[in-house]
């Protein structure tokens, strides 16, 4: 099975000395990482109907300074956790990181690091275990980790 994991990071700081990061996916606290989910981000467009013309007047380089943007996107985290018989794991997830924006890194992409808003659902699957889904409202693009020496541009 392939490693997921993911680090959030709170403090700027912090992200870029690479610490005080919360780590989910580390089999010693039996939180598992199931899935990311990385949704594609939506072209901001902008187009025009003339009268008399056919078709639309796609206008959306020269509006938005000659390049392209683009909305946010949408990370989907599915994480577990077994013998949470007393609802700890829901507290945590809330306590850590519901309605924070944060950066994070997604452990099968450790070059780059993305920056949104998260909220955090939980439900209780049996007595001892419960999943979660962190969402995340993402800036469209993952941004490089800075290296010494290494230049690295954003991405899609």
């Given at each position: ?12 700081n912090d ?7 919360l780590v ?133």
């Amino acid at each position: 099975m392939k490693h997921i994991g993911v680090e959030f990071y709170e403090n700027t700081n912090d992200f870029f000395e690479r610490r005080e990061a919360l780590v989910l996916d580390t089999v010693q606290e039996g939180i598992h990482c199931a899935s990311a989910e990385i949704g594609v981000p939506e072209p901001r467009t902008y187009q025009v109907d003339v009268p008399g013309r056919n078709g639309l007047l796609d206008a959306s380089e020269s509006v938005f300074g000659g390049a392209l943007s683009f909305k946010n996107r949408e990370i989907k985290i599915n994480l577990w956790t077994e013998f949470d018989t007393d609802n700890h794991f829901q507290s945590f997830l809330l306590n850590k990181l519901h309605g924070k924006k944060m950066r994070f890194v997604i452990g099968d992409d450790p070059s780059y690091y993305w920056v949104g808003r998260l909220t955090v659902e939980t439900a209780k699957v049996s007595l001892a275990i419960t999943e979660a889904v962190i969402t995340a409202d993402c800036e469209p693009f993952k941004y490089p980790i800075p290296m010494p020496g290494v230049e690295a541009e954003k991405s899609l």
